[in-house]
């Protein structure tokens, strides 16, 4: 079975500042990585995804993630975040063998920008 | 291309009652999940169709149920509803099964059971 954790339940940061947002996974079997961003009141929105090769991956709005497969790790990085940035952020696996079409979800990470 | 797309976006119901809700894909997508969103559990997975056919199933009560048609637009019902119901409910779709890469979410329709 898939598992994720996402170590920071919130984030609290200053404009302009880095942030990075941790993501751990578990999983007996090769993976997809996702980052999801849900604005206040919305459906989710696909940041980024890692399906294969590079290990850093670039998504919408700035942000990047690297995976590590020894740490089994997904983390989620911006060098310099905006107030607009505000927004609950979720990890998410899901097998990349197929039959198992569901994602797997982090509990999210709560980012709140402050000016 | 138009988006996924959901109705109602919100609805009120009691106790007991029962509640469809409506799920359009992207066009060309024929695969569509549905997950549930609560403070308290997070995002889970409920089911997932395809060629009008269940293909997997979250760990949830029979009160949930859903179906696709032929055009791939798919509705999930929940009956008797309970408090605990109370939730985001997200779908989102896909060319195929097992292409989460390709898959994207509509904005929820969001469900208060008083």
């Known amino acids: 079975a898939q598992s994720v954790t996402q170590l920071d339940s919130q984030v609290p940061v200053f404009e302009e500042a880095p942030v990075e947002l941790r993501c751990n996974y578990s999983s007996s079997v090769s993976v997809y990585l996702f980052w999801y961003v849900q604005y206040p009141n919305q459906g989710l929105q696909l940041l980024l995804k890692?399906?294969?090769?590079?290990?850093l991956v670039k998504g919408i709005n700035g942000f990047e993630a690297e995976f590590n497969k020894s740490q089994t790790s997904f983390h989620l990085r911006k060098p310099s975040v905006h107030i607009s940035d505000t927004a609950e952020y979720f990890c998410?696996?899901?097998?990349?063998?197929?039959?198992?079409?569901?994602?797997?979800f982090g509990k999210g990470t709560k980012l709140t920008v402050n000016p | 291309k138009a988006g996924v797309t959901q109705t109602p976006r919100y609805l009120i119901k009691t106790r007991g009652q029962q509640v469809t809700l409506s799920c359009s894909p992207i066009s060309g997508h024929r695969s569509v999940s549905w997950y549930q969103q609560t403070p308290g559990q997070g995002l889970q997975f409920l089911f997932e169709y395809f060629s009008e056919t269940q293909r997997n199933k979250g760990n949830f009560p029979g009160r949930f149920s859903g179906r696709q048609f032929s055009n791939s637009r798919s509705e999930m019902n929940v009956s008797t509803l309970e408090l605990g119901d109370s939730a985001l409910y997200l779908c989102?779709?896909?060319?195929?099964?097992?292409?989460?890469?390709?898959?994207?979410f509509g904005p929820g329709t969001r469900l208060l059971v008083l």
């Open positions: 998410a696996v899901s097998g990349s063998q197929g039959g198992s079409e569901k994602l797997v």
């Open positions: 989102a779709s896909s060319l195929t099964p097992g292409h989460e890469e390709t898959q994207y």
């Open positions: 890692y399906l294969s090769g590079s290990t």
